[in-house]
């Protein structure tokens, strides 16, 4: 199970830290470790789209759109997913989903006001 949390209001300039804590039996163990593990959105009437990448190593990979704006991290010995968004725009207002593209959590609102 995959469960975001950190969305919210806020106004363009802004930052706001999002977290997905995973949990379940597939994520057992150190077996969180071992996944590579991604940020995806939804904007409302736009296909969902890949924000941030992470590999069990640590490497990271970012959209165009985000790249210099947001960091993904995750603590292992949490087995938590993080998404640090800095200077957000009215364009990253968007439904906000933690996956390992076999699941995904139910996601979180992200607003970011002009």
């Known amino acids: 199970q995959l469960v975001e949390s950190g969305g919210g209001l806020v106004q363009a300039g802004g930052s706001l830290r999002l977290s997905c804590a995973a949990s379940?039996?597939?994520?057992?163990?150190?077996?969180?470790?071992?996944?590579?593990m991604n940020w995806y959105r939804q904007a409302p009437g736009k296909q969902r789209e890949f924000v941030a990448t992470?590999?069990?190593?640590?490497?990271?990979n970012y959209a165009d759109s985000v790249k210099g704006r947001f960091t993904i991290s995750r603590d292992n010995t949490k087995n938590t997913l993080y998404l640090q968004m800095n200077s957000l725009s009215p364009e990253d207002t968007a439904v906000y989903y933690c996956?390992?593209?076999?699941?995904w959590g139910q996601g979180t609102q992200v607003t970011v006001s002009s």
């Open positions: 379940g039996a597939i994520f057992s163990g150190a077996t969180f470790s071992l996944y590579r």
């Open positions: 992470i590999t069990p190593g640590g490497r990271t």
């Open positions: 996956t390992t593209l076999e699941s």
